[in-house]
């Protein structure tokens, strides 16, 4: 793995010097992104994302549980990523390793801080029993820029959530409905990945490009066009100026981004 | 467990309107991941699996190894997402079992003395499950390997057989497996007959496993079927894209 990116890295940095990119796109522009929901019918909501060659599936499962004893009105979010060897040669098997434990906390990170599910209106019983959001990322296809292919799928997948409530009716308590509802939800925050290498800056990195980065930068943008999460990676470094390169296009593919997931869960 | 649920009436028609013999809807692609050597999606019934091959390439760490041929090794894993209630994610005993199975099954057919040392990694990832995994993963692996270009002496191929409320049928959906009275899951290599892998649990007279051994072997000839037809497929696909 040492002497492959050195030639991949004269092969991109002198293709970015013209202004071009391996697979034709311009520096800002991402590749075609797919989205499907409701793919797994065990699952209270799911999707599977494609982002060019890259493929996350991502599902939600529900259940009753005891809350955080520091937040007793509210329900619990729970999100893990695995990276199956199925995806890459080289994911391997094994407890999540560091990769991806981040790629779970920026998904999660994302969900919770923007406040995208109302997880106060998930409490059944303030401080005993409340519902418990379970996010599982399961990677198919690694091509690069894992962090917006699983919080998009993530987003996707809870639109389509509906809550079992008539499943668990034995342990819901007496008052409480027990008819199946949707999970409830706010407006959803966009991540978009950029990474650089040498000077270029470029979006939606796809493998080949993300092995021989020197950086990256997620950026979670709102529908005001707030910031609502980053998370900078690698060892590199980036200038003011270049972050905010980064939060500009992150903005502009975000509404992009949102306007296709909002098209695709509403209808 | 029992039960006294009518699993299939007198007339032999199952829950879900099958007649005994009949195998629920099928559904294989062959090719589908761009990472993987091989690859193939499976929808059985209810069941969707997608199975990732990598190899043959060198076995770490090194202990593993064998001088003389590839070792294979299958990894079933089920989704946290793909059953009722949220499983845990990771291997489990249950898992555990199910990989070893498989990856003796498919040791059979690959040419392993082709690749001393090496290993062939078999990816199966349980996405949906509706009873049957297991036999809809190494189905779904016989094509993946086949789609790697893995050297093999057939297509290995599986299917259940069963018996609910006394009747020996094929191809047991969730409430049969759960309230049947025996579960008989085979993989056979097609070509000769010979059988990859065997379990049973449940309660079966020596004539019944005859019976549900047979069914199988009949219904793993049909799976078999299906499964050249997706093989077929991707490749009249690529030599159509190259003739134009």
Request: proline fraction near 5%; charged fraction near 25%.
């Amino acid at each position: 793995m040492t002497i492959v990116p050195i030639i991949k890295r004269d092969y991109i940095t002198n293709l970015g010097a013209q202004g071009k990119r391996i697979d034709g796109r311009s520096f800002d522009q991402y590749r075609t992104i797919e989205i499907e929901t409701k793919v797994v019918n065990k699952a209270e909501g799911s999707a599977r994302v494609k982002i060019g060659n890259t493929q996350v599936l991502v599902g939600i499962k529900m259940g009753l549980g005891e809350p955080f004893p520091d937040t007793p009105n509210m329900g619990v979010l729970s999100t893990a990523a695995e990276l199956v060897p199925l995806a890459s040669p080289d994911f391997e098997s094994g407890p999540p390793r560091e990769d991806a434990i981040e790629l779970a906390r920026v998904v999660d990170r994302g969900v919770r801080e923007s406040k995208v599910v109302d997880v106060e209106k998930l409490v059944v019983t303030p401080g005993e029993l409340v519902w418990l959001v379970f996010i599982d990322i399961h990677v198919l296809d690694y091509d690069g820029n894992l962090f917006d292919a699983a919080s998009l799928g993530a987003l996707a997948a809870l639109s389509t959530t509906i809550v079992p409530a008539k499943r668990f009716e034995e342990q819901l308590p007496e008052g409480y409905q027990k008819e199946d509802f949707p999970l409830p939800m706010s407006e959803p925050p966009i991540s978009c990945t950029a990474v650089k290498i040498n000077d270029f800056v470029l979006f939606d990195p796809c493998f080949d490009e993300e092995v021989i980065a020197d950086v990256r930068l997620t950026v979670a943008t709102d529908h005001n066009g707030d910031i609502r999460a980053m998370q900078k990676g690698l060892s590199g470094s980036f200038s003011k100026d270049e972050i905010q390169k980064v939060i500009k296009g992150a903005l502009d593919n975000g509404k992009e981004i949102r306007k296709k997931l909002i098209e695709i869960t509403s209808s | 467990m029992k039960s006294d649920i009518e699993l299939i009436t007198s007339e032999g028609k199952r829950l879900d309107g099958r007649g005994p013999e009949d195998i629920r809807k099928i559904k294989i692609e062959a090719g589908v991941l761009h990472r993987a050597d091989g690859s193939c999606y499976l929808e059985w019934g209810g069941n969707k699996v997608l199975v990732a091959v990598y190899g043959p390439r060198e076995a770490v760490p090194r202990h593993t190894q064998n001088p003389l041929r590839a070792i294979v090794q299958a990894r079933y894993n089920m989704a946290a997402f793909s059953v009722e209630d949220r499983k845990r994610p990771g291997p489990d005993r249950r898992s555990v079992e199910i990989s070893k199975v498989i990856s003796e099954a498919l040791e059979k057919v690959i040419l392993t003395e082709q690749f001393p040392r090496a290993t062939v990694n078999v990816n199966i990832e349980v996405l949906d499950a509706e009873a049957g995994t297991r036999c809809a993963g190494l189905t779904a692996a016989g094509v993946a390997l086949i789609d790697a270009g893995i050297p093999m002496r057939d297509i290995p191929v599986a299917i259940a057989a069963g018996k609910i409320n006394g009747q020996v049928v094929l191809d047991l959906g969730k409430e049969e497996d759960n309230f049947g009275d025996a579960d008989l899951p085979v993989a056979i290599s097609p070509r000769t007959g010979e059988v990859l892998l065997l379990q049973m649990d449940g309660h079966l007279t020596v004539d019944e496993f005859n019976q549900a051994f047979d069914l199988a072997v009949k219904g793993c000839h049909a799976v078999s079927e299906i499964q050249k037809k997706a093989v077929m497929h991707k490749y009249q696909a690529i030599a159509a894209e190259v003739q134009e």
